[in-house]
């Protein structure tokens, strides 16, 4: 009886670690999700920013070429930034 009651007692302890590290393989298994989504936000904001800044090269080499501001802008308007 006294070697059931520790065996049980043994089974027990390996099955609340069980647990406990299951929790933490899912937590951590969020964490790297939220990182990924967070890196995936970061790069759409920079591809925004590169979108500009390529538009904002190509309006100063039409200006250099002497094209009219006014052209220029009807042509290639400078897209706004948003953090949406």
Known sequence: MVKNDKFQIMQFGIEERKLELIEQELSIKLEKLKAEAACEALNV???RLQLKVNILRQRAQLL???VPQNEIDSALPVPEHSDS
């Open 64 to 66: 250099k070429e002497g």
């Open 45 to 47: 904001v920079k591809e």
